[in-house]
């Protein structure tokens, strides 16, 4: 079964700090999705990772993948208020013969809440 | 024009009751999603379809269904609703095929069961 952490689950940071939010999983996967969710609305796509190495950036928000060690991280540069609200991380289930499912099971979100 | 619709954004219903929540999309898209979203759970896949004939549950499809009326509707029914079922409903769409398969999602359905 595929299991998807996503840590801290809550950050609180001031503006023009840098923080990394983590996502482990548990079973093989090389391909990985991040959304940015803001209170009561629906789920905007960041950054797809298709491959092990894999780097996207946009704006202060930087994402990777190493599939070998099973974790993605979401780098957040100089955070500004803005980026305020829930990031999550989803991991596509692969199949046992070796392929992706597009079946996404998803981390539970960190909330992040950036102070002036 | 959003490219995924779904009505309605708010429900309120009673133990019982079956109700139906709709999701549209303009997108051309052949896969569709039903997920639930609960605080401090995430999302979690009640049913998928891959194309009009094919419909797969998911990891948490007990007490509901779906149809998949042609490749841009996919509607989630909740049989007879119960209070654990309100939740955040959110319908999304792939284009699979070997591509990314980015799932882009709907407003979303607010659901109260009393």
């Known amino acids: 079964e595929l299991k998807v952490e996503q840590n801290p689950l809550f950050l609180s940071m001031q503006e023009g700090k840098n923080y990394t939010i983590y996502c482990n999983y548990s079973?093989?996967?090389?391909?990985l999705y991040w959304y940015r969710q803001d209170p009561g609305k629906s789920l905007e796509s960041l950054f797809v990772l298709l491959s092990n190495g894999a780097v996207k950036q946009e704006g202060r928000l930087m994402a990777s993948l190493d599939t070998k060690a099973r974790l993605s991280t979401l780098h957040i540069t100089a955070a500004v208020h803005d980026l305020s609200a829930t990031y999550f991380c989803a991991v596509d289930l692969w199949a046992s013969y070796g392929g992706a499912t597009n079946k996404l099971i998803f981390g539970t979100g960190t909330l992040l809440a950036v102070q002036p | 024009d959003a490219d995924v619709t779904q009505t309605p954004r708010n429900r309120i219903t009673k133990t019982g009751k079956r109700i139906m929540l709709e999701c549209s999309q303009t997108?051309?898209?052949?896969?569709m999603y039903w997920y639930r979203q609960d605080p401090g759970l995430g999302l979690r896949l009640i049913y998928y379809?891959?194309?009009?004939?094919?419909?797969n549950k998911g990891e948490i499809s007990d007490g509901y269904s779906v149809s998949r009326q042609a490749q841009a509707k996919f509607s989630l029914s909740l049989e007879s609703a119960i209070p654990n079922q309100t939740a955040l409903y959110f319908c999304?769409?792939?284009?699979?095929?070997?591509?990314?398969?980015?799932?882009?999602f709907g407003p979303g359905t607010r659901l109260t069961v009393l």
């Open positions: 999304a769409t792939s284009d699979g095929g070997g591509g990314m398969n980015e799932q882009f």
């Open positions: 379809s891959f194309d009009v004939k094919d419909i």
């Open positions: 997108k051309g898209h052949d896969r």
């Open positions: 079973t093989t996967s090389d391909r």
